[in-house]
């Protein structure tokens, strides 16, 4: 591989003097400016990255980690963070924790502040404690689309109103006419997905209603869960004309299940998810959803990472993106008359 | 952050034998290695990647170069890549070049052999030559599946024989009794997807058929070209009873646009895919396509890049995965009576 000194050779000049020439700083005269890139050129010479950042103190990539790339919505995510990082000439390293606590300490651990001075943390069901951890060793942690705009986390974070989105959900099921609904729960009880629920029995309420516990099922936040919960759940409640689902994985299980037991959605029973991901789109029948704004999420969470790798800024920050919509497509409609 | 010096200092030893213990390296007492590793604890030292690969002449991820992380096959193998990788102690960088073959080359010149010291590469359409020089600058490049493992490339790749999967989806229709059949291919006459038509046109030839080339339509490789293509072919062949399909993505487009024309799939019209991505099993009816050993696909591009890194081997090798196989679902069956 070239080295600067080769180039300096070649040049005529200092190694110094290509330092600053590639790193655009110093004063150099336009001669030798010209001189040093053309040295470069015939060389095919590439600055160091890593050599240039450990001289400047500081690591060249940002990493976000995700609890499961197999989810498809953190690929779209990774996606738009990719972009926004790389309109800041930045890479993104993406680390799949699996689900796993271990998996995501050992990522913490040998990434941040070394391979990355900044990480994203999407989902990645790391312990509060590993991440402050993390913050402390000099990289900055930002926790994206957290799920309680009016709860501020310890670490500086992106949030999105769950809550809400939960609550356009339910109204929109309650609005068409819906009594008998079902609600799919992506999470633990008191787990991520605890606000959109909320949410979903804020609507409930407003509505001068009370959602019926034992038609509520937690469960893991992919479609084969959401399959299996609906076939249960509509056995047990054969009455059911609605499904809420709190994400669209859920969801896309709910339509899946409805369409193997010989029913019509929406004409038998409505089904609404939230997130919209690409295949909410293009399923058939198309789910109706309520949108988050993943893009400028994803924006502003890079953003808010570098803006704290810049200044070095400790303070917890909270940012709140756009409130989620309803994205009405085929699969809601009112109840059929008894 | 925590300097090894410091940790040399609170254990009482040199900075050489902190750096011995912690890369398993020359002789060091029992002792001595516990005092070391005491101290490693307290200070919450990370041995620093960067510096390590700096000093040790090599760099410590493994990029993966994908033309469109959007695409949903590329979180598949991504996944799969990057638990290879991790199982080998190294971390991947997935970069996104959005089909752009600039951002390619920015991606090669800013990544390989500085951050990382090899480059797996998904049909991310870039020029031979540009990854040859990649290659020369000494990051090994390996081209992830292949598709002509009769014509092995300039570089070292893992090769599918993606002829023998057209020819799989060919066959599989042909015997359900489908004469007209309309083909979609998901990249232009001579790209990517050549090779999987080209099979489906071997069973045609096989069966003593002739596919007629107004029947085929060259798309980009998305779920909506599937769906306007399908849409447009229907409209000037009405008589068609199944649709081949050289990617799951513009099947998946084909089913919709079938059902949105308010036809059946499979009882009006057949539809088959190559690939076999996770929506293939999701949709309804369920894809029938050609799956592709993805999984071990990815494992053999991260094992023959780390092989070539390790050895400085420089001669192409190309390895070729087991063969395609049918996967039967829901969306074939055979033509109706007329």
Redesign the interface.
């Known amino acids: 591989?070239t080295t600067l000194s080769e180039v300096a050779r070649l040049a005529g000049v200092t190694s110094a003097t290509v330092s600053n020439v590639l790193r655009q700083r110093g004063k150099v005269g336009e001669q030798t400016r010209l001189r040093v890139l053309e040295a470069v050129e015939q060389l095919?010479y590439?600055p160091?990255?890593?050599?240039r950042?450990?001289a400047e103190g500081r690591?060249?990539?940002l990493a976000l980690m995700v609890s499961s790339?197999?989810n498809?919505f953190?690929?779209?995510f990774?996606?738009a963070a990719?972009?926004a990082a790389?309109a800041h000439g930045r890479?993104?390293?993406?680390?799949?924790t699996n689900d796993d606590p271990a998996?995501g300490r050992a990522?913490l651990?040998?990434?941040a502040?070394?391979?990355s001075d900044g990480v994203l943390i999407m989902n990645a069901n790391l312990p509060m404690d590993d991440l402050k951890?993390t913050e402390k060793?000099?990289a900055p942690v930002v926790l994206c689309m957290w799920e309680k705009p009016d709860a501020p986390p310890e670490l500086p974070s992106i949030a999105v109103d769950f809550r809400a989105a939960g609550a356009i959900a339910g109204r929109h099921l309650i609005e068409l006419g819906h009594r008998d609904i079902g609600a799919l729960v992506g999470s633990k009880k008191n787990g991520i997905h605890a606000e959109r629920y909320r949410g979903y029995l804020d609507a409930c309420a407003e509505a001068g209603r009370k959602h019926a516990q034992e038609r509520t099922r937690y469960i893991p936040d992919t479609?084969a869960a959401g399959y299996d919960a609906t076939m249960a759940m509509l056995k047990e409640f054969p009455q059911l004309t609605a499904i809420f689902a709190s994400n669209d994985l859920p969801a896309?299980g709910a339509?899946?299940a409805i369409?193997?037991m010989g029913l019509n959605v929406p004409r038998d029973i409505s089904v609404i998810g939230i997130t919209d991901i690409?295949?909410a789109r293009?399923?058939?029948p198309a789910l109706t959803t309520v949108a988050v704004p993943t893009d400028s999420a994803a924006e502003m969470s890079i953003e808010l990472l570098l803006a704290l790798i810049n200044r070095s800024s400790k303070s917890p920050v909270m940012r709140v993106t756009a409130t989620p919509e309803l994205v009405r497509r085929a699969s809601t409609a009112p109840p059929k008359k008894r």
Chains 1, 2 share one sequence.
């Open positions: 591989m095919g590439r160091h990255l890593t050599a950042a450990l690591a060249p990539t790339i197999a498809p953190y690929p779209e990774a996606l990719e972009r790389r890479f993104l390293i993406v680390c799949n998996t990522y651990d040998q990434i502040g070394t391979l951890k060793r000099g479609v896309l339509m899946n369409a193997d690409q295949w293009l399923s058939r």
